[in-house]
């Protein structure tokens, strides 16, 4: 049994895996005040409140985009554990070649969500993750990560949009009434879901477009079952994209060894 922490620059996804098996995903929110005794606290409750003990774990996996973070979760693992945990980034074996101008620019994430969609959905494919920012990542017909794009995801552009405005109030993210609303909440739920919604399908039609071919479109990410239900285009909803991939990473690494 593996545990696998996706670390975000909002949440931090914990998520439980044997084999394809997964016993839980979780999200705790990113803070890198925390100590290691902090982060080790949180994943102990997160075990028991799931009843798994932790001789159970085996191994474990970390994918980062907040590196002052990287050391002091590594740490609170392996106290915890008394497991060094694999950390992807560079010399860790994916199997995904990267036709970028720089592949090392690329971040864990991308890269895990990639392996996982190229297992699970084959090529060519569309991934959208909706996090702290909207990142989507291209994978061509002959299965190369080629490229994608990198957008404010949908809880900035809310933010942003109520700090930078002086009348409009804070709302909750949820679905508007109708398109068209009628009273300042819902034309800002509108505008922010809808207007997401929308923008996802215009970048689906013009990456097609580019390929020259269609391409299948999985979307992963805190914020995706806020906006997928309101999107045009046929998409997967895939809320365990990521620790699917960095269940495959982790189990490519063990065989290595």
Do not use: W
Not at 46 to 63: D, F, M, P, W
Not at 71 to 99: D, H, S, Y
Not at 162 to 170: D, I, K
Request: proline share 4%.
């Amino acid at each position: 049994m593996i545990l696998a922490v996706d670390i975000g620059n909002t949440n931090i996804v914990i998520g439980c895996m044997r084999q394809e098996k997964i016993y839980f995903v979780e999200r705790v929110s990113t803070d890198i005040s925390k100590t290691e005794l902090e982060y080790m606290v949180e994943f102990k409750i997160l075990l028991e409140l799931y009843h798994i003990e932790r001789k159970n774990i085996t191994g474990c996996i970390i994918a980062s985009v907040v590196p002052p973070l990287n050391n002091v979760v590594r740490a609170a693992m392996e106290k915890l554990f008394r497991i060094t945990p694999l950390l992807v980034g560079p010399g860790v074996k994916t199997g995904l070649n990267i036709l970028m101008d720089n592949p090392a620019q690329v971040g864990a994430d991308l890269i895990v969500n990639a392996v996982a969609g190229l297992q699970y959905y084959g090529a060519p494919l569309i991934m959208i993750d909706m996090a702290t920012a909207t990142t989507i990542s291209v994978v061509d017909e002959k299965r190369n990560y080629v490229g994608g794009m990198i957008l404010p995801g949908v809880k900035v552009s809310l933010d942003s949009l109520v700090n930078q405005t002086s009348q409009l109030p804070r709302i909750s993210l949820e679905a508007p009434r109708k398109v068209v609303g009628r009273n300042t909440i819902d034309c800002m739920k509108s505008g922010i879901v809808i207007g997401q919604a929308a923008c996802i399908d215009g970048i689906i039609e013009r990456i097609r477009e580019e390929l020259g071919y269609g391409a299948e479109v999985v979307v992963t990410g805190g914020f995706a079952g806020i906006i997928v239900p309101h999107c045009k285009h046929k998409v997967i909803y895939d809320n365990e994209l990521t620790l699917k991939g960095l269940n495959i990473i982790y189990r490519k690494n063990a065989e290595r060894e």
